[in-house]
């Protein structure tokens, strides 16, 4: 599996690193010995929304060649949508298997399309702008339509990256990494009853 996680100035560092902390021990427990993962962005060096700077390899490459995207959120989503040239680049990922995101990095997947006809959740400011790009508006930490994963406000992406560990391994697995994380409130084995119905969709 290779990842593209999408960076952006003004974006939540920490709706990016939750999510990839969690994701990350897929790797380390050998579940997934092939991923690996790449900081994709529209410039060399992004500026988060606390004024840290991180430096990027991958300047708009080709979002086709991944197999999952995660989008985080930030104030400057808001702005972005309305960006033609940077939504062109996140609309080459129309063909990615997994589509995810955090907190308002839902809006950037409403706005390339991704969420029509879809359920989808992020920050709970920004369900009202969510609601035009998506079939409805779920006020959960983590909603899962298909392949298309979303989570809610912030803290949510750690929720959520271990949702992604669980879906694409199991309970136990979902278990070991919130322990080694030591982040107790994930409920493993309860989200999956409610959001993933079809457990098979990932194999």
């Known amino acids: 599996m290779k990842i593209a996680y999408i960076l952006f100035d003004k974006m939540t560092t920490l709706d990016f690193i939750g999510f990839y902390d969690a994701v990350s021990w897929l790797n380390i427990f050998k579940v997934k010995e092939d991923m690996s993962w790449d900081l994709c962005a529209n410039k060399e060096e992004v500026v988060d929304d606390r004024g840290m700077t991180i430096k990027v390899k991958h300047v708009y490459p080709d979002l086709s060649q991944y197999d999952l995207i995660f989008i985080p959120g930030g104030m400057s989503t808001r702005e972005l949508r309305y960006d033609t040239t940077f939504m062109s680049w996140i609309g080459s990922a129309r063909d990615v298997e997994y589509k995810v ?22 920050n709970p400011s920004a369900y009202d702008l969510l609601a035009p790009y998506c079939s409805e508006v779920v006020k959960a930490r983590v909603v899962r339509d298909g392949n298309t994963f979303t989570g809610g406000g912030v803290s949510a992406s750690i929720d959520l990256g271990l949702y992604l560990v669980e879906s694409f391994s199991d309970k136990e697995m979902a278990e070991k990494v919130q322990k080694v994380m030591d982040y107790p409130y994930y409920q493993a084995g309860k989200l999956l009853d409610v959001f993933m119905p079809n457990r098979n969709d990932t194999t």
């Open 101 to 122: 995101s955090v907190c308002t990095g839902a809006l950037l997947l409403g706005a390339a399309g991704f969420l029509s006809g879809k359920k989808a959740t992020t």
